[in-house]
C-alpha cells in the first residue's frame, strides 16, 4: 500500500518537474521575445500600417517623377523660327523630347514656344551619358553630363533606400518587433534628404545647360515631374520621423504634455 503510494507521489512529482519545465521553457521563450525587442500591441500594428501608407505615397511619387522626363521644359521664343511653327522640349533625367508646335495652337499673350502638352509631332531620345559618355545637343546648347549622371545616382540611390526601408517595416509587421523600426526610419529619412539633393543638383544642370551657349534665347521653368519628386521628398522625411517616433520607448506626447487627471488630482 506504502509502495503505491510513493509510485502516485513520484508520478505526480514527475508530472509537477514536467509541467514546471513546460513553464520555464515558455518563460525562456518569453525572456529571449523581451531580449529580441518589445512585442507591439494592436494599436502599435495600425499606427506603423498608417506611417507605412504614407511613406508608400512617398515612393510611388518619387517613381512617377524619375520615370518621366517632364523636369523641365525649354522653349525660345515663338517666332524666333518662322510665325507657324516654333519648337520646344523637355527633359528628364534618362531622355529629352523636342516637340514642334503650332503658334496658332499657343495662347497669344504667351510669348515663348509651349507648354509641351499641346498636340504636336515630337521627337524623344534617350541620353547617351551612361553609354557612350556623350553629351546632348539642343538648341545649340550643350548639356552637362556630370552634373546629370550625378542627378540620376542621387534618385537611384534614394530609391534603393525606400526597397530596404520597406522590407525592414515588412519584417516588422510579421514578425511584431520594434526594432526594425529605427533603421527603416533612417533610411527614409535618407532617401527623402537624397531626392531633394537630386532636384538641387538637376537645377545646376539646367542653368549650366542654358549658360553654355547664348545664340539662342531660351526660357525654361520646372514641369510637373519636379512636383512629384519634392513633394515625395518631403512625404518621405515625414514618414521616416513617424517610425522613430512609433520606434521611441515612450510616448513623446506623454513627455512633454503633462496628464489630465494627474493635475486635477492633485
Not at 502638352?117 to 551612361?130: A, D, M, R, V
Not at 519634392?230 to 513623446?252: D, E, K, R, T
Request: aromatic content about 10%.
Amino acid at each position: 500500500m506504502s509502495a503505491t503510494v510513493a509510485t502516485q507521489g513520484g508520478g505526480s512529482g514527475g508530472l509537477g518537474n514536467l509541467m514546471s519545465g513546460r513553464s520555464t521553457f515558455g518563460g525562456n521563450k518569453r525572456r529571449r521575445t523581451a531580449s529580441t525587442g518589445p512585442a507591439m500591441s494592436e494599436a502599435q500594428e495600425g499606427k506603423i500600417k498608417l506611417a507605412f501608407f504614407v511613406a508608400i505615397v512617398g515612393v510611388v511619387l518619387t517613381v512617377l517623377g524619375v520615370g518621366t522626363e517632364y523636369w523641365v521644359e525649354l522653349a525660345p521664343p515663338k517666332h524666333f523660327y518662322n510665325n507657324q511653327t516654333c519648337l520646344t522640349a523637355h527633359l528628364g533625367l534618362w531622355k529629352g523630347c523636342t516637340k514642334t508646335l503650332w503658334v496658332a495652337d499657343i495662347d497669344p499673350e504667351r510669348e515663348s514656344c509651349g507648354p509641351a502638352e499641346l498636340p504636336g509631332e515630337s521627337n524623344c531620345t534617350y541620353f547617351k551619358f551612361f553609354t557612350t559618355g556623350e553629351n546632348a545637343m539642343m538648341f545649340q546648347k550643350t548639356t552637362q553630363k556630370t552634373l546629370n549622371v550625378v542627378t540620376a545616382m542621387l534618385a537611384l540611390f534614394s530609391l534603393f533606400l525606400m526597397v530596404m526601408g520597406a522590407i525592414c517595416i515588412t519584417m516588422s509587421l510579421s514578425k511584431e518587433i520594434l526594432f526594425f523600426l529605427k533603421p527603416a526610419s533612417v533610411c527614409f529619412i535618407l532617401a527623402g534628404v537624397l531626392v531633394l539633393l537630386s532636384l538641387m543638383v538637376f537645377h545646376q544642370s539646367v542653368l549650366a545647360f542654358l549658360a553654355s551657349d547664348h545664340s539662342v534665347p531660351l526660357h525654361h521653368e520646372m514641369s510637373w515631374s519636379v512636383s512629384c519628386v519634392g513633394c515625395a521628398g518631403a512625404v518621405l522625411i515625414v514618414g521616416g520621423v513617424l517610425f522613430l517616433l512609433l520606434a521611441l520607448p515612450y510616448s513623446p506626447w506623454r513627455r512633454c504634455l503633462p496628464h489630465k487627471d494627474s493635475g486635477s488630482s492633485s
